[in-house]
């Protein structure tokens, strides 16, 4: 049997860092302890931060327009952490052991938010429902959160990447398996969510938030020990030095050679002899004509010799060049994913205090939580992600001729126009429900007699376009990284949702500075009846079709990478 038939040749080795046996590692049978993971890490994850907002409003006393930012703020943190992640497995650590150090750190995170809102002196002082916390006890509530956005930077942009190394990407039967992983792995992230926001939401608000911030701190422990039993079968991708150090030397180098000709015959680039590529990990990538400026770092010259090796911030090879080029690619695909993020982040702000103002009873004794209808949005993913692999896939491909349907620009423009919908949905809601409480005087009720249950069509709607935009692109940015800079182009994907959430908390500041001039309640009161969320909702719909439109444009622009060889 050929050598090729028994190792991996993408350049992975097993936990003991020899070769990686095809038939003992990998494939499925190491993804199930990733999955395993992945949905109890989320369950964890969601299970503190989907109702965080009514904590932090209701114990430690901050208003609506205080509270949805300081959930948007700490939610956006989360997602620019993965940077940190990223580059220290990139670069140093690899994929297996970023996630094992970060896990702990997210543990001991969550450890001292359950102790903060159980242990007498840490938790806020409360009469009834009016709670009052010192500085110090939001203080230390802050300091858990925050522990917990640095543990999960570990974690977040290495989970997805490290089970997509699973499967060799140079044999053609694994990585079809690959593409369905992406849709699996989402379905496993949303049924973690799904118990989060149904049973765990529902156990904060009716027994207590020791018990509700007590239970995920326990799903993570499982979390973590799901990961390790799964170590001998893992494959690892070797950490191929600094990505950001071979950015700045293309860089360097191109400026270097500003008046440099770069040849009209392409082969004269300079690039390592031997068929495996120079940088660990990575296999060598085909010359692209696009952004042909940072060639001229690739072209040979007298100077790039220092005693008879190149100097490499003089001398980069066409990979590494190509490596810049694969990122600044995917920039503006990234950055159309803002948007589509901030319409996400409604889920856990303004969709929940629009349904706190409506009628949260199921029968005449039992009330759901308003940030339990995100079991919604969960249910919809989990109906999905199952329907597009199975049904949609095979269905498309009759049409399409791709092998995966739609190509992965396709599938995430397909969601950023299901957003809007969602949008559209949410507003017209809010405008009946605002002529409710017109026509029948309720702008004081608490309550309007309007079940809370017509706000499942816009959950369901942003679930639908997560299984298009989310997991699109969770591949896309895997796919088009290169070998050795998965990890920061999986943790780049994750901004999106960080700037998602900035964007919104800087949308509600805008809109509650301008709209409370002159004495006004302004469009976001404490009181919403008084109010006209509608018009927030409509913002944000033209936002996403501007989005859309300039979206259309970036992908007819966009050229996917070609990678030869095999890795070193």
Not at 35 to 47: Q, V
Not at 110 to 125: D, I
Not at 173 to 192: D, L, V
Not at 246 to 274: G, H, W
Request: with cysteine; aromatic share 14%.
């Amino acid at each position: 049997m050929a050598e090729d038939d028994v190792y991996t040749n993408d350049g992975t080795v097993d936990i003991r860092n020899k070769p990686a046996d095809k038939k003992k590692t990998g494939n499925w049978k190491a993804c199930g302890f990733i999955l395993g993971n992945e949905c109890c890490e989320r369950l964890a994850y969601y299970g503190m931060g989907t109702n965080l907002v009514n904590y932090i409003q209701d114990r430690l006393n901050q208003g609506n327009v205080a509270a949805a930012n300081s959930v948007t703020n700490w939610s956006g943190t989360c997602y620019i952490t993965p940077l940190i992640g990223a580059f220290l497995a990139d670069a140093y650590l690899g994929r297996y052991w970023t996630i094992a150090s970060f896990s702990i750190i997210y543990v001991l995170g969550m450890t001292l938010l359950t102790l903060s809102a159980s242990v007498t002196g840490l938790k806020p002082h409360c009469v009834g429902h009016d709670c009052h916390a010192t500085a110090s006890q939001t203080a230390v509530c802050f300091v858990a959160l925050y522990m917990i956005a640095l543990g999960t930077g570990g974690i977040k942009p290495c989970v997805s990447s490290f089970g997509a190394d699973q499967f060799d990407e140079t044999d053609e039967a694994e990585r079809r398996k690959k593409s369905s992983f992406f849709n699996w792995f989402y379905f496993s992230i949303n049924i973690g969510a799904l118990v989060a926001s149904s049973v765990l939401v529902w156990i904060q608000m009716n027994v207590g938030w020791g018990w509700g911030f007590g239970i995920p701190a326990v799903a993570m422990a499982i979390a973590v020990v799901f990961f390790f039993s799964g170590s001998n079968l893992y494959r690892l991708q070797k950490p191929g030095g600094s990505p950001l150090t071979r950015i700045c030397q293309v860089m360097i180098a191109s400026f270097r050679k500003v008046n440099v000709k770069v040849p009209a015959d392409k082969s004269l680039l300079y690039e390592t002899a031997d068929k495996e590529c120079n940088i660990q990990g990575s296999r060598k990538l085909e010359h692209t004509d696009k952004l042909a400026f940072f060639d001229k770092a690739a072209v040979e010259t007298e100077k790039d010799q220092v005693k008879g090796s190149v100097d490499p911030w003089k001398l980069c090879t066409v990979t590494q060049v190509e490596e810049l080029k694969s990122v600044i690619r995917l920039l503006p695909i990234w950055a159309s994913g803002i948007v589509f993020s901030t319409v996400y982040g409604q889920m856990s702000t303004m969709f929940v205090l629009q349904g706190n103002t409506m009628d949260q009873h199921m029968g005449p004794h039992f009330k759901i939580p308003s940030a339990s209808l995100s079991l919604f949005d969960t249910l919809s993913v989990i109906f999905w992600a199952p329907v597009y692999d199975k049904l949609i896939v095979p269905y498309a491909r009759k049409f399409t001729g791709v092998e995966r349907g739609f190509t992965q620009l396709q599938r995430m423009g397909i969601g950023l126009v299901i957003s809007i919908f969602s949008m559209l949905t949410a507003g017209i809601l809010e405008v009946v429900r605002l002529n409710i409480v017109k026509r029948n005087n309720y702008y004081d009720l608490e309550y309007i007699p309007m079940s809370i249950f017509w706000q499942v069509p816009q959950y369901f709607l942003i679930g639908c376009a997560e299984v298009f935009t989310f997991i699109g692109q969770l591949e896309f940015f895997y796919d088009q990284a290169p070998d050795a800079m998965r990890s920061m182009c999986s943790a780049l994907s994750l901004t999106t949702v960080a700037l998602g959430n900035y964007l919104s908390t800087l949308l509600v500041t805008i809109v509650t500075k301008v709209t409370t001039r002159h004495g006004k309640l302004g469009w976001i009161p404490d009181n919403l009846n008084r109010g006209h969320l509608d018009y927030f909702y409509w913002v944000l719909a033209i936002l996403s079709l501007i989005n859309f439109i300039v979206y259309l444009w970036i992908a007819k622009w966009y050229t996917y990478k070609k990678a030869t060889g095999h890795a070193h």
